[in-house]
């Protein structure tokens, strides 16, 4: 009845992902497609999620790698990019941004490759998306016929937490982002 164009998960397909074996996260995604029934011909894009990943002080770029490689449209690093009806969707690993290690700067450099190229672009007039290349993982921009639109910006926030660290957690996020942001050229 409902009739969508894809599903999106924000994060936290498993509750202890970080501590799953690359066969034990295979079956926690095949049980995921279980789940999804009539709705797995559909295109789908998950983001990694705190359970997925672990918390800073756990936070392995080999393992975000590995389970990266296991979800469609996530690069290396958990990132990812894709359109539907010329509207381009971003897709950050926020987990990685409430960090300061490794795999911070490499979401950050993801970013700031993103907001390099959309200013070179503006300034040529040229109308243009963010989108991996053929092979789904090097982010590129790409011709935009009809868009005009800005992007949609998707990320997991671990919001299961009610402490006021919490807060102070999620206040970082906005700093760290408010560093790199897309900023809009005009």
């Known amino acids: 009845m409902l009739k ?8 936290d397909v498993s509750a202890k992902g970080n501590q799953l074996s690359r066969s034990k996260w295979l079956s926690v995604l095949h049980q ?11 295109p789908l894009h998950i983001i ?17 790698e590995q389970i990266s490689s296991s979800l469609p449209g996530l ?23 409430l960090c300061k290690n490794d795999l911070r700067s490499h979401v950050e450099k993801v970013i700031e ?12 007039g040229s109308d243009r998306s963010f989108g991996p290349d053929q092979n789904g993982k090097n982010f590129q921009w790409r011709e935009n016929p009809t868009s005009g639109a800005r ?23 906005h700093e760290a982002l408010d560093d790199v942001i897309i900023k809009d050229p005009d």
């Open 151 to 173: 992007p949609v910006l998707l990320l997991h926030f671990p919001l299961h937490k009610t402490t006021d660290s919490n807060k102070w957690t999620h206040k970082r996020f």
């Open 4 to 11: 969508p164009d894809m599903l999106v998960v924000l994060g």
């Open 113 to 124: 490759r993103m907001n390099q190229e959309r200013q070179r672009l503006a300034i040529k």
């Open 75 to 97: 690069d290396s690093v958990g990132c990812g990019v894709f359109d539907v009806n010329n509207i381009s969707f971003i897709s950050l690993n926020a987990i990685a941004m």
């Open 48 to 64: 990694l999620g705190d359970r997925d990943i672990g918390h800073c002080n756990e936070l392995d770029l080999k393992l975000v």
């Open 32 to 42: 995921l497609q279980h789940l999804l029934g009539p709705f797995l011909g559909l």
